[in-house]
């Protein structure tokens, strides 16, 4: 007989196959049959991963190393796989579905392990009714139904795989903490997430503040030092390998997306950043929403109950609250439906049901109705549905704009531009990967010479970006005239338009057209 754990998963699995047709169902709709991805962001990868398995590892143009990718083990983890799946569309689409199916999962696993603690709030609750395999999969078919993380599922991108490395990381330390010991694991999983995004390392802060504190209260900090000393080396070894190249290539630690997105350290944070990403919250499950608010206030109203309560769900608390903080301080970037905070949602989901158990338990009369009407709590997840169907529109639109735009102008290069020219480009993604050309990154994820003229004066910053590109012997500039208006303003002169590409409805695009200049430089002589 097929245990009711057992079935969760069939019951889970079959709901992300179900949403993965779904949204594709729409993608062929909006793009008339010819498929994609929603973001040039992916064709980046494309074009990373397929240099990598070349042997220019971390080389957008051969021959040019650069730190341009926030995500250098899915480089890696795409290159590899393109040895069983040669087309890159389909096989970035196959490993953000799989990732984001290990995602639901894990929650589950995860929700199992907190809604079956001494301290959960179901002890109050008839076990028939309110089974911890009954709630952790109300979690994680909210999740499974969450549109933003079935847009990122379809996306290509790395957001699911960093979801899963990080599910992976609190599920094995919540593990340990429910058997009373500490193992490496935890750390491994997190530095994995660390180097799918750079995100994690506020993750692994929060682990090890949360694992000291349990060290701490039970005395047994000697006992697990040489582990704990062994776990960080773990992840230092993991991890900084890319931060040193990117300071030996850029003079910068992080990433070149750090700086061209804006990021930099503010003493305040960021109002309209986390007004958005809340509002963004609310959208995705008005109730979660309102429970994910409430579970602030609960958690820090109870603070003093962590080593009841609250022990097994603290990180999860620490992670959902903090990551849209500190994101507020270092690199609020809302872009694309808020994508960085997507990796949360998993967690929300969770902290959201918890907190609404809790809440039931505590008022009489809806105890007893939500246990008379247990199928009531389904609504919930039923709310999700809205914007489910919402985003598998966007994800259709999406990626139509993308081959609208950049893949249109992509073979418009191709059948019009030699192999070996220079092209500069602000979208440097789809146009790069279908043609080969060597390229120019004037919004500097590849060419970080860009983001140095940022901090120059006046005129200097515009002659240091034409200097740039007549040294390069640039032969096509591809643009969004809003981007670069000063620019175009001063030596607009020098160039040709020729064609464009223009949206009817752009919903994901940096500008509504995009614009190929043919370069008319006076070289002279340097």
Avoid at 452 to 473: A, T
Wanted: charged share 15%; proline share 3%; glycine share 6%.
């Amino acid at each position: 007989m097929i245990k009711v754990l057992d079935k969760n998963y069939y019951y889970i699995t079959g709901a992300c196959v179900f949403t993965y047709v779904f949204y594709l169902i729409f993608e062929y709709i909006f793009t008339h049959g010819v498929m994609g991805v929603p973001l040039d962001d992916t064709w980046i990868h494309f074009q990373f991963a397929e240099n990598f398995t070349k042997g220019f590892f971390y080389q957008f143009n051969p021959g040019e190393p650069t730190a341009g990718t926030t995500s250098p083990l899915y480089v890696i983890v795409l290159g590899a796989f393109s040895y069983l799946i040669r087309d890159f569309i389909i096989n970035s689409v196959f490993l953000s579905a799989a990732f984001h199916l290990l995602s639901c999962i894990f929650i589950y696993k995860i929700s199992l392990l907190i809604f079956k603690s001494d301290y959960s709030p179901l002890k109050h609750f008839n076990p028939e009714k309110f089974s911890p395999e009954f709630v952790s999969l109300l979690v994680s078919l909210l999740t499974v139904f969450t549109g933003r993380l079935t847009w990122a599922a379809l996306s290509g991108m790395e957001t699911t795989m960093f979801t899963f490395f990080c599910l992976a990381g609190v599920y094995y330390h919540v593990k340990n903490l429910q058997q009373n010991k500490f193992t490496i694991v935890p750390c491994f999983f997190i530095a994995l997430a660390t180097v799918s995004r750079p995100e994690a390392f506020l993750l692994f802060g929060l682990y090890l503040f949360d694992l000291i504190i349990n060290f701490l209260k039970n005395n047994n900090f000697k006992k697990n030092l040489l582990k704990l000393i062994l776990g960080i080396i773990i992840f230092a070894v993991i991890t900084f390998p890319y931060l040193i190249f990117s300071y030996k290539i850029s003079g910068y630690f992080f990433p070149n997306t750090f700086r061209g997105q804006g990021g930099g350290f503010k003493f305040i944070p960021d109002l309209e950043y986390l007004r958005i990403v809340t509002i963004y919250f609310f959208r995705d499950n008005f109730v979660v929403g309102l429970l994910y608010l409430l579970s602030i206030i609960f958690y820090f109203s109870n603070f003093k109950k962590y080593f009841k309560e609250l022990k097994k769900i603290n990180l999860i608390f620490l992670w959902t609250i903090f990551l849209p903080l500190i994101s507020s301080l270092l690199i609020p970037n809302w872009r694309h439906h808020v994508r960085y905070m997507i990796p949360l949602l998993p967690f929300i989901n969770l902290a959201a049901i918890y907190l609404f158990m809790i809440i039931i338990s505590n008022e009489k009369l809806l105890k007893n109705f939500i246990q008379k009407k247990r199928n009531a709590v389904w609504i919930i997840t039923v709310i999700s549905l809205i914007y489910f169907i919402v985003y598998a529109v966007l994800l259709g639109k999406n990626t139509g704009n993308i081959n609208d735009q950049q893949v249109k102008l992509a073979k418009w290069v191709n059948e019009n531009v030699g192999r070996n020219e220079t092209i500069a480009l602000n979208d440097i993604g789809a146009i790069t990967f279908i043609n080969k050309n060597r390229v120019i990154d004037i919004a500097g994820l590849i060419t970080p010479e860009m983001l140095q003229y940022r901090n120059y004066y006046g005129n200097e910053n515009l002659d240091s970006v034409n200097y740039l590109l007549k040294k390069n012997n640039v032969s096509y500039i591809i643009i969004y005239d809003e981007w670069f208006k000063q620019y175009l303003e001063e030596y607009g002169k020098d160039l040709i338009f020729i064609t464009s590409a223009i949206l009817d409805d752009n919903t994901i695009c940096g500008g509504t057209e995009m614009k190929v200049y043919k370069t008319n430089f006076n070289l002279g002589k340097y």
